[in-house]
């Protein structure tokens, strides 16, 4: 009994010393590389502009982590807003960084070598890191455009032809505050007289205490049938059962394993629900994907329309019979080319896809963002899928 009890802190300790090892690794690339694109490299810098630089760098790197900590971990917004920023910022330089070397690898091929080849790179980085920046942080501050999909969906009814449903996920309202931007996209949403808004997760990044006022709008988005939640993996860091009340509490269904039903013209759509498929593990009782739960009853005859928050859980909308999945998540990569990362965890990074005879799958983009206040090639949307029969 002994040895098992000293074994744990023992597993304890080794576990939070890789972790260590890790999120060093991760900082000392993250900066390493900009730095010694930007400031080491041959640029042969005056030593004052070599000093300073090295030092901001070194600066950025040491209390980056302590600030991800103070912010994400101890709900400090001043703290979560400097690290999200600094991130969104490094990556892009981290990137632009690493193509920059291949560049330099071209001009020294080429024969251009010396300070000149290292300042040319330099101040191509550079640049393109600040338009990337300066654009990245106009789309993700930016009221979502509307995108606008044709949906055809064989077993829809004749009275239910040219449903639209406006899909809005990812808001993630956070420690910038975006009560301004929440109202427009309600406006937005107004506009495009709606027969069903669905709002598939994430709504924000802490408890509902703490960002009432931003998803206050939410409450004066108008549908003529129905108005659908259901949560996403960052409730489950937010108090997820808080949030699936408050939802009720603005007038949403929300579809916590559950369904309903809407009509028109004679004919009905079943709209289901699933949890994310990181409740079952958040410890939140009651909390998991159950796709039997969520359709137990529904008429099989019936078009199912199914909300759940990632792409991931369209193979339990396969094996359940769901005629349209739409989900989010992914942000379309929100920052490339994390693209590419997203898309080893997800089949699908954003769009219309088909996923059997009958399944169809429509991912968002997002309608707002996480964490870095960018969106590099990733624009945010608010979507409007239109539904109609076959033929």
Known sequence: MSVEVEAQPRRRRSRAARFAVIVTAVVVLLFGVPWATLIWSGNAWPSWFFVLGTVIFALGAASFPVLMFTGHGRGLDWASRIADTTLGVVWVLFVWSVLGQVLGLILLAAGFGGPGRARTISAVVALIALVLLTWGYAEAMRVPRVRRIDVTVPRLGRGLDGLRLVLLTDTHYGPINRERWSRGVTEVVNSLDADVVAHTGDIADGEVAQRRAMAAPLADIRASLARVYVTGNHEYFSGAQRWVEHMASLGWEALHNRHLEVSRGGDRLVIAGVDDRTAAGSGVPGHHADHEAALEGA???????????????????????????????????????????????????????????RTQLYTSRGTGFWGPPFRVFAPSEITLLTLSTAG
């Open 299 to 357: 008429d099989p005859a019936l078009p199912i329309l199914l909300l759940a928050h990632q792409p991931h859980q369209v193979d339990g909308a396969v094996a359940h019979g769901v005629d349209l999945q739409i989900s989010g998540h992914t942000h379309g990569g929100q920052m490339w080319p994390f693209h590419y990362l997203v898309r080893i965890d997800q089949p699908v990074l954003q769009g219309l896809t088909r996923h059997s005879d």
